[in-house]
């Protein structure tokens, strides 16, 4: 294991007073590999906070180009970068947060035919897409080659967030578990029912908790459990979940 540096010890001096971190824990961060699918409002947000977190090494796909309409909800991305691609604007900018971290990008589009060459070095996937095709071939990924799966939703000012790995207890869920493939589908995106600024952060704020908990060593619980964030009403919600004995993506 990399121990931290000095600087290392100053700059997380905050996170390292927690109990449940210290040097130890700050250690299993700057040691941890996370691969984050998608540079929306989640993923940027989540890549910003775990580099701030002190993650080593984070790896970024997208296939996305900057545009106007992206700069009200995605931080990392300024005005200067419209027309530039999500990926090359996201590591300048996360680059100035930790110089140190090993940082990847990969301009593509998660597909069947490439989703096991980009996908198959790290053991925690964030799924910061936002269409169940994606988010189905990720999950059924995930299972196949015992990744942990931290995936997100976002709508209008409404979050759901969760931490899934069916094979680390019988009882805990996969992604169609929750929400079964029907082939009839559809969720609207952000350019469809729009997305309140805070909404689109808090969700990749979620997904980086769950992470940094899940490196840290969190009990087994996290993967049985949804949270639900009705941002409007102020409702916060955490309901318990479990395998569907008949889903044929997770079955024993």
């Known amino acids: 294991m990399i121990k931290l540096s000095d600087r290392e010890i100053e700059k997380y001096s905050r996170q390292i007073l927690i109990e449940k971190i210290g040097i130890k824990g700050q250690e299993k961060i700057k040691n941890s590999s996370i691969l984050l699918i998608g540079c929306g409002g989640l993923g940027t947000s989540a890549a910003q906070y775990l ?27 300024f005005e200067e970068d419209i027309g530039n691609k999500k990926t090359v604007s996201i590591l300048k900018n996360l680059k100035k947060i930790n110089p140190h971290a090993t940082l990847e990008i990969v301009n593509a589009k998660i597909q069947k035919n490439n989703i096991k060459k980009l996908l198959q070095n ?54 169609e578990c929750i929400f079964p493939n029907t082939n009839t589908n559809h969720q609207l995106n952000c350019d ?50 479990v395998k569907n004995p008949t889903c044929k993506i997770c079955k024993d």
């Not at 002190?54 to 180009?65: R, T």
């Not at 995936?151 to 790995?165: E, G, H, N, P, R």
């Not at 949804?226 to 009403?233: P, R, V």
């Open 51 to 77: 580099t701030m977190a002190g993650v080593g090494k984070i790896k970024i796909i997208d296939s996305d180009k900057v545009e106007l309409s992206n700069l009200n909800r995605q931080t990392l991305l």
């Open 122 to 175: 790290h053991n925690i996937i964030l799924d910061c897409t936002d269409n169940f095709k994606s988010r189905y071939l990720i999950n059924k990924f995930c299972i196949n080659n015992k990744k942990i799966l931290v995936s997100a939703a976002i709508q209008s000012f409404d979050v759901q967030a969760f931490a899934l790995s069916p094979w680390k207890g019988k009882k805990n869920p996969c992604y």
């Open 192 to 241: 469809e029912m729009g997305i309140v600024a805070p909404i689109a952060g808090l969700g990749g704020v979620l997904q980086a908790i769950l992470t940094i908990n899940i490196i840290l060593g969190t009990k087994n619980e996290i993967f049985r459990e949804f949270l639900s964030f009705d941002c409007f009403n102020r409702n916060f919600r955490k309901i318990r979940i």
